[in-house]
């Protein structure tokens, strides 16, 4: 008759366990369904969409009606210009032809190669086009005259459309201003006296971002 009761009492003990044990697993598989914090529940966090991706895509690609003149592939391109420093990526842009031979005869070329985050305000062919002979060759032969305008045209750091309007210092010491917004921006003081716009904008080299205008700027003084 012990054994007998014996025997009962454990299974009575186990059949209690497997009851206790039974409910808190319910519980715990219904908490997790509730927070979501279970294994089966768990999902990896969505990605990006594609308008956020397109968004940011197109805030970094270049902008303005000048842009269609920059060759669409090769060293001279967009894509080509990003792994070069900004003077070497301007010569081979047919775009900046003789900026780049007004920055050869001011021995600028390794200053800008050099030169860590600017901004480049790139005065395209016609910008020089602009300028009566006479007075373009004068500049040309006036060394300091020549480097205190290039200089003008290269603002320290490197600035985003967004960042582009305002009063900014320049490599030559002088300060240029910028006004406009989104893809629309002017420099009032020019060598010619007419305001320059920007043409082709947002423009990336490896340590500058280029801004193409139409017109050659002019420091105070000049």
Known sequence: MKRTLTRTAVLVTAAGTAITLSACSAEDTATEAATGTGSS???PAAPETSTEMGT???AAE???EGCTAVPADGEGSFTGMTDDPVATAASNNPVLSTLVQA?????LVDALNTAEDV?????ANPAFEAIPPDALQA?????TQLTAILTHHVIEGRLAPGELAGTHTTLNGDEVTIEGSGEAFTVARTVTGTPASVICGNVQT?????YIVDQVL???GA
């Open 56 to 58: 940011d895509t197109a």
């Open 206 to 210: 490896a340590n500058a971002t280029v």
């Open 62 to 64: 270049p902008f303005g």
């Open 41 to 43: 529940s768990s999902s």
């Open 139 to 143: 500049v040309l032969a006036d060394n």
């Open 218 to 220: 002019a420091p105070a």
């Open 103 to 107: 920055v050869l005869q001011a021995n």
């Open 119 to 123: 901004t480049v305000i790139a005065p």
